[in-house]
């Protein structure tokens, strides 16, 4: 079945960095555009990056652009999130996304928290 298994949250001050992996299966992960998102406290869940399926377009939400850098290895089937500079703001929930066409799967979600 599709699993995406997201890792690498946790505990940092701020300023510090963390990577963020999402491990894919069940699918043919070449293939689909992938997508990181993050959900804070009372918030909306958000779009964070997006990597098109042969890493030939990326894009990044205002808020991260130039502190966050994703990739991938289709190799691998795993989908990378670089979190550097990080600040308090950036707590919440991590989720990878996958999509093709109509089909979208998600993952359970990672948590990052920073503090100040």
């Known amino acids: 079945q599709v699993q995406l298994v997201e890792s690498g949250g946790g505990l940092v001050q701020s300023g510090g960095s963390l990577k963020l992996s999402c491990a894919a299966s069940?699918?043919?992960?070449?293939?689909?555009?992938m997508s990181w998102y993050r959900q804070a406290p009372g918030k909306e869940r958000e779009l964070v990056a997006s990597?098109?399926?042969?890493?030939?377009?990326?894009h990044y939400s205002d808020s991260v652009t130039g502190r966050f850098a994703i990739s991938r290895d289709n190799a691998k089937s795993t989908l990378y999130l670089q979190l550097n500079r990080l600040m308090p703001d950036d707590t919440a929930v991590y989720y990878c996304?996958?999509?093709?066409?109509?089909?979208?799967?998600w993952g359970q979600g990672t948590q990052v928290t920073v503090s100040s």
């Open positions: 996304k996958a999509i093709r066409f109509q089909y979208s799967y």
């Open positions: 069940g699918f043919t992960f070449s293939e689909y555009s």
């Open positions: 990597i098109s399926p042969a890493s030939s377009t990326k």
